[in-house]
């Protein structure tokens, strides 16, 4: 089949962006700068565990939300009553809802309107219509007001879009280059910043809440008794100090124009300067004048920062706020008061930092592991098809070079498994290639000219290479709809690289192929290996040995799943929640001494793993009781009590994951393995027959039992890049299992009176060189990655090998077996319900 010139045109424009796309990537800095008007997109985005910096998730507190937008409905229905003249202490919050209790039948008819009126309508979320913020019934002498759910939508999407913008505010004051914020969800904000390693300050900076106000204190109250009503009893900020102030406030914060970090003249300590608007100016004049000689309570978030004695009326509109403040801690004081209050407190659910030495080992590390193994693979395919393979090379080539620009285009960041992600999409990509110079061979073999041989193995393997890469897909669709952080970015990779593949195995690879045959004017289409001709393998009967084989199975997933629970899976933080700190030294380590001052923090069990030459430890604590804050105090602990025992301490990573984000990682990553499978299976299904469905999904099973075994063996963190691995292995288990199962298809349309366990044992010996090719290859591309890919790729990259191995023994030896079972088993039950013992029509015989 002749390419049209438009199409060969269209081709090449695309392969001419992409790499022109991918250019700013091996660009220096100087000639990006030069050339970057000329170029159509910028470099490849580093991830943080590439350049190092700081992950945080915050969450916006929805019962914190709900009960402030309570207490500001409880002020506008009193404020109703006072209006119409009815007693307002009939109105107070009962649960979630505010009740007024009225025994008078005149007074209810005459509030039950003016409340309805507090109704303010707000979007509905799918209609595009509009729905009551609140709901107002009468039930005998009681009125109701309750906050309906498109009210408290409304108000949580108001919030979030509020924080946002606070949030960059507050960003923007410390300076922190090419910052990410944005919105995730209904109710969280993620916050990456490159190049912040110790984000403990900014996370006090973010999840404060800021809410200032002035009161009064009231020196009549005895701290040791109940306060009486209008009196609240704060505790101090930056001290210990118990406060009696108002309740009500003199003054709001909102009042506040500026705020700026200055020093006291006289102690030379930070101090913050405050400037009030016109209308705040002219109220804290008149405070100050009517109360000279009395104490004046600054308040922040529900702490007294300071409570300075009026001496004299203060007319300029201008304060200060001391307090035993550091610079560090005044600077973040001021920029809060500056940057306004968050409408709702915002918890830090889960806290990443990458520091920059270990970001600049993983980018060599994922350079070096990346180009070891796109070496091996090269190699490998030299060695299989001589010159031929050379050109399945190049093909490799530009499908690296395209992922690469086409990441470039639409912004995608690149993290360390983004990395693996491309070096196993170069692995998978090779399986297309084998395929079809399989394919080739077999119809040079029977007797097809040059051309015809090209046409006819590209247009066989053109189904098989789509039925494989969709069961592949749709595992790495569910992995990014469930992953987050870096293992969406590895889905990226790996959805980028099995659509790019399909482009340039099927039409770059065939259309240089095509050029050589008609150029050389070739009436044959030899494709030897390195070595010469290839010889034909001799033929094995499967299914003599399937008893053997499925019993070995058997026995290997009976001990994984024991395995499974005991010892157990060794569950990483992302599942269970706690801390993970690693630390770095210049001098040997002295780990007794570091785990005695860690134990004597009273944070529960300790573990300490030591490497790089006694001089790195990874400190790992379980998740504290509690919230998400008792994580955060027992990260600040862990890195005091590292500092005090290690002199020169550093700490290169960071993580903390809360009981919120923990429980829901690991429920999403499970999900998404069983939705894979139920995917594949409909698949498969829907491609084939109910019994290969079956038979896959079977296999499917075998092969995961084993996997997860071999984690339980091991020990290797099962975390989301374990998910990842998982859900790859599923993919490119059925993706094997598919290839054998399409040549079975086409071998039962071929001999219809072959007895079906034949038919296995000839389709299986046909494709069994193609399986374990494939598999060399992929396993070439990890290789690297799992000897000095590090931490962070090492619960991918062995698992994935084992599962590579598994999966290719299981669909030369079991696949077949489990298929011939079930084929006899329908046979069996056919012939039972037709009383008969004749095959089916269009059936395989046994």
């Known amino acids: ?223 040791t008794q109940p306060p009486p009503r209008g009196v609240d009893i704060l505790p101090g900020a930056n001290d210990n100090n118990r406060y009696a102030v108002e309740s009500r406030v003199a003054l709001s914060g909102e009042r506040l124009s500026d705020a700026k970090v200055g020093f006291d003249q006289r102690t030379n300590q930070p101090i913050v300067d405050f400037t009030f608007d016109s209308l705040g100016a002219r109220q804290f004049a008149e405070i100050t004048r009517d109360n000279v000689g009395r104490p004046f309570a600054i308040v922040l978030d529900g702490k007294v920062l300071t409570a300075p004695v009026i001496n004299e009326p203060i007319m300029g509109g201008r304060g200060q706020i001391s307090g035993n403040f550091t610079a560090e801690s005044a600077t973040v004081l001021s920029a809060l008061l500056r940057s306004g209050a968050l409408p709702a407190p915002l918890t830090v659910i889960e806290e990443r930092s990458v520091g920059p030495n270990l970001g600049s080992d993983s980018i060599r590390m994922g350079i070096f592991t990346g180009l070891a193994g796109f070496a091996l693979v090269v190699v490998l395919m030299v060695v299989l098809y001589g010159a031929w393979g050379m050109i399945a090379n190049f093909g490799l080539v530009l499908h690296t070079v395209l992922t690469v620009g086409i990441l470039g285009m639409i912004g995608s960041t690149l993290t360390l498994p983004g990395i693996a992600g491309i070096i196993l999409g170069i692995g998978m990509a090779v399986d297309a290639n084998i395929l079809i110079n399989a394919r080739i061979r077999e119809e040079t073999e029977g007797g097809a000219g040059a051309m015809k041989a090209l046409d006819i193995g590209f247009n066989k393997a053109y189904a098989t290479i789509i039925d494989s890469n969709v069961t592949t897909l749709s595992g790495t669709v569910l992995l990014f709809a469930f992953g987050s952080g870096p293992v969406k970015g590895f889905a990226v990779t790996m959805m980028l690289g099995i659509a790019i593949s399909m482009f340039t195995s099927i039409t770059v690879v065939r259309l240089m192929m095509r050029e050589v045959v008609v150029r050389r004017k070739m009436k044959k289409l030899e494709i030897p290996s390195l070595f010469g001709k290839v010889p034909k393998l001799p033929s094995f009967s499967f299914m003599k040995g399937r008893f053997i084989a499925i019993g070995m199975s058997a026995f290997l997933s009976v001990s994984s799943v024991v395995l499974f629970f005991t010892p157990g899976l060794n569950y990483g933080i992302d599942f269970v929640g706690g801390i993970q700190v690693e630390a770095t030294s210049k001098q040997t380590l002295d780990l007794a001494a570091l785990r005695h001052s860690l134990e004597s923090l009273n944070i529960g069990e300790v573990a300490l793993q030591e490497f790089g030459q006694d001089k790195s430890v990874l400190i790992r604590v379980q998740r504290q009781p509690g919230g998400e804050q008792e994580q955060t105090v027992a990260l600040n602990k862990i890195k005091d009590a590292a500092v005090q025992t290690i002199a020169d301490v550093t700490f290169e990573r960071t993580e903390v994951v809360g009981p919120t984000i923990s429980t829901e990682l690991a429920r999403s990553g499970f999900l998404a393995v069983g939705l894979a499978m139920v995917a594949i299976l409909l698949y498969i299904w829907f491609r084939f027959e109910w019994h290969f469905a079956v038979g896959a999904i079977a296999v499917l099973l075998l092969d995961i039992t084993k996997t997860i075994g071999f984690f339980a063996l091991t020990g290797i963190d099962f975390n989301l890049t374990a998910i990842a691995a998982l859900l790859t292995m599923i993919g490119y288990s059925v993706n094997d299992k598919v290839v054998v199962y399409d040549r079975m298809r086409e071998n039962l349309r071929k001999y219809k009176s072959m007895p079906f366990s034949d038919l296995i044992d000839m389709s299986i010996n046909q494709v069994i060189a193609r399986c374990i090719f494939t598999s060399m290859a992929t396993a070439f591309s990890l290789v690297p990655m799992a000897i000095w890919g590090g931490d962070a790729v090492k619960s991918f990259a062995w698992p994935m090998i084992f599962g590579v191995i598994v999966a290719t023994t299981s669909s030369i030896y079991i696949g077949g077996p489990i298929l011939l079972f079930l084929n006899r088993w329908w046979k069996d039950r056919e012939a039972t319900r037709t009383g008969t013992g004749t095959t089916q029509p269009g059936a395989p015989a046994a």
């Open 1 to 223: 089949m002749r390419t049209s010139k438009w199409a060969i045109f269209a081709y090449v424009a695309v392969i001419l962006f992409g790499c022109i796309a991918a250019l700013p990537n091996v660009l220096s800095p100087a000639q990006r700068e030069q050339f970057g008007a000329w170029l159509p997109v910028k470099p490849v985005t580093l991830g943080l565990d590439l350049r190092g910096g700081s992950h945080l998730v915050l969450e916006v507190d929805g019962n914190g939300l709900r009960q402030a937008r309570l207490n500001s409905l409880l002020d506008d229905v009193r404020r109703v009553l006072r209006t119409e003249r009815v007693s307002a202490s009939s109105a107070r919050i009962s649960g979630n809802t505010i009740t007024v209790t009225l025994a008078d039948p005149a007074d209810r008819e005459k509030a039950q309107p003016k409340l309805q009126e507090l109704a303010t309508p707000v979007s509905a979320i799918g209609f595009g219509g509009s729905a009551p913020e609140i709901e107002v019934a009468t039930n005998g002498d009681v009125i109701t007001v309750a906050l309906t759910e498109a009210g408290i939508s409304d108000r949580m999407t108001k919030a979030v879009e509020q924080s946002l913008e606070i949030i960059r505010r507050r960003v923007d004051t410390v300076g922190v280059a090419e910052p990410l914020i944005q919105r995730i969800g209904a109710n969280r904000i993620l916050v990456q910043l490159p190049g912040l390693q110790d984000p403990t300050g900014l996370r006090q900076l973010l999840g404060s809440t800021a809410q200032m106000s002035f009161h009064m204190v009231d020196q009549t109250t005895d701290l």
